[in-house]
Nanobody, 121 residues
Framework: QVQLVESGGGLVQAGGSLRLSCAAS????????MAWYRQAPGKQRELVAT???????NSADSVKGRFTISRDDAKNTVYLQMNSLKSEDTAVYYC???????????????WGQGTQVTVSS
């Protein structure tokens, strides 16, 4: 009943940039942690970056200095700004959020549907 809808993926040349967006809809009271994961062909899903409700961020070593996670709580949206893209960044990117719904006592985790990012070299 809470949906995370992703957008912004596509095909880009190495060295280029993309910005991914993920917006949550539904009866949402608040969102704690937001995160981005990715899964490349033949690989396990890996954590890319997280952002806490206080704005504290963490990112994987492979993307530090290139990717920036941010959030807009007024829009229930998390962003991933990806710069200096490499072919190794090619993957399906998934957003994740811990959501507190109205009339619920606890946070529940939700996943986006995934968006393809392809970096050509």
């Amino acid at each position: 009943q809470v949906q995370l809808v992703e957008s912004g993926g596509g095909l880009v040349q190495a060295g280029g940039s993309l910005r991914l967006s993920c917006a949550a809809s539904g009866t949402i009271f608040s969102i704690n942690t937001m995160a981005w994961y990715r899964q490349a062909p033949g690989k396990q899903r890996e954590l890319v970056a997280t952002i806490a409700s206080d704005g504290n961020t963490n990112s994987a070593d492979s993307v530090k200095g290139r990717f920036t996670i941010s959030r807009d709580d007024a829009k229930n949206t998390v962003y991933l700004q990806m710069n200096s893209l490499k072919s190794e960044d090619t993957a399906v990117y998934y957003c994740w959020m811990s959501v507190k719904r109205r009339n619920f006592m606890s946070f529940v985790a939700y996943w986006g549907q995934g968006t393809q990012v392809t970096v050509s070299s």
